[in-house]
C-alpha cells in the first residue's frame, strides 16, 4: 500500500479542563477525562468517520492523553481499526506540570501578545517545538505508508494546536497564516485527502480570526502596519 486515501485528524472532545481550567491545578494534564458532552460529541463525529471510511479500514495514530483516548473509544469504529498506535509525538503542547491558574493566565496573556508559535511556556514548550515534534511524526508516517500491509486510511487522534501544526508542516503554510487560524472545536474533524495527482488537499479550511494568506509573511504583516 502506497500513501492512505485520507488523513483524518480530529481533536478530542470536550475535556473537563474546558469547562474549568482549575482542574490543572489538581490533575495532570494527560489524566484530565471527557465530559459527558464530550463523549457525545465524540460519538458524532464517530459518525461522519463511518461515512467518510465507506467501510474501508484505518491505522489509528492516538495521542497518549486520557481524551484523545476516551475519544477513540466513543468515536465507535473498532470493526474498522486495522490497528491503534499510541503516538506521544501527537500529545498537547506542554505548558507546564501542576498548573498554577493565576501564573497560567498571565502567561496565556503573553503568549496572546508575543504569537502562539514563538512563545515558549516557562515550564513547557512553545508552538515551534510542537511543529518540530510533529515533522518528525511525519517521517514516521512515510516509512509506514511504504509497508505493504498498510490500511488505505489513516486516522490522528489528537488536539487543536497539534492539528493546526501538523497541517502547517505539511501544506508549507507560513508562521503569519498559522497566527491567524483558530482551533477546530471540540471533536472538530480535518481531513487530508488524496488527489489524482497523489497530493493532499485540506477539505476545509480552519477558520480565522484575523485575515490571512497561507503566504503571507513576517514581512507583509509588518508593511501593513505602515
Known sequence: MSAPRQIILVRHGQSAANLDTSIYDRVPDYRIPLTDLGIAQARESGRQIRAQLAGEQVCVYVSPYLRAYQTLEALGIEDLTERVIEEPRLREQDWANFQ??????????????YGHFFYRFREGESGSDVYDRVSAF????????????????TLLVTHGLTMRLLCMRWFHWTVEYFESLNNPDNAGIHTLVRQPDGRYELDAPFTQWTPRTATDTVLSSMRERL
Request: charged share 35%.
Open 100 to 113: 498554577d491558574a493565576d501564573e497560567i493566565g498571565k502567561e496565556r496573556a503573553l503568549r496572546n501578545s
Open 138 to 153: 511525519m517521517e514516521t508516517l512515510h516509512r509506514h505508508w511504504n509497508k505493504p500491509a498498510y490500511a488505505p486510511n
